[in-house]
Antibody, heavy 120, light 110 residues
């Protein structure tokens, strides 16, 4: 069974750094893109970027380029999303998801989400 | 402002058929396949329809998808109370080189 398990909720202050994680199991982690999706309070889903753990090839949404860093460690089957300096506007639920690229590009399995709360 | 356009809300009574539309453009829906996700509060989004009209294992055949040109739609027949959720369309966008989502449609079962 494909599973993506994300790290727990975080409460941080503006200006602090943060790295959240997404651990995959039940499939060949290196062979599928992993994406990150943001949902701000009361808002819809926004694609942030994707990474291919096999070679760490990464693509960012223009809206998030330079704002976050996506990385992966194939040895630990874990993808990461990190911020160097959080803002209150980063308060949101963040989901990781596995991207199937063979017949169209779609997210077939999702993590449970990590709630990030940033206070000013 | 989402790249794909969905109505913010839809509603129906139990047993009814409802449809949710999704409008895009050439670089996304016009040339790529469309996927639909169901998002219940407090849970992770769930893949409902992929490649325009394919259902993953376990998704009831009450859910169906279609695409024509730069638009797509999700149909739910035999509406049930547990279908009350947010529904998102999504596609790949060749000009943005990434995934684009619709703004989401909140479905209410009256």
């Amino acid at each position: 069974e494909v599973q993506l398990v994300q790290s727990g909720a975080e409460v941080k202050k503006s200006g602090e750094s943060l790295k959240i994680s997404c651990k995959g199991s039940g499939y060949s982690f290196s062979s599928y893109w992993i994406g990150w999706v943001r949902q701000m309070p009361g808002k819809g889903l926004e694609w942030m970027g994707i990474i291919y753990p096999g070679d760490s090839d990464t693509t960012y949404s223009p809206s998030f380029q330079g704002q976050v860093t996506i990385s992966a460690d194939k040895s630990t089957r874990t993808a990461y999303l990190q911020w160097s300096s959080l803002k209150a506007s980063d308060t949101a639920m963040y989901y990781c998801a596995r991207l199937v690229a063979t017949s169209g590009n779609y997210f077939d399995s999702w993590g449970q989400g990590t709630l990030v709360t940033v206070s000013s | 402002q989402s790249v794909l356009t969905q109505p913010p809300s839809a509603s129906g009574t139990p047993g009814q058929r409802v449809t949710i539309s999704c409008s895009g453009s050439g670089p996304n829906i016009g040339s790529k396949t469309v996927n639909w996700y169901q998002h219940l509060p407090g849970t992770a989004p769930k893949l409902l329809i992929y490649s325009n009209n394919q259902r993953p294992s376990g998704v009831p055949d009450r859910f169906s998808g279609s695409k024509s040109g730069t638009s797509a739609s999700l149909a739910i027949s035999g509406l049930q109370s547990e279908d009350e959720a947010d529904y998102y369309c999504a596609s790949w966008d060749d000009s943005l080189h990434g995934v684009v989502f619709g703004g989401g449609t909140k479905l209410t079962v009256l």
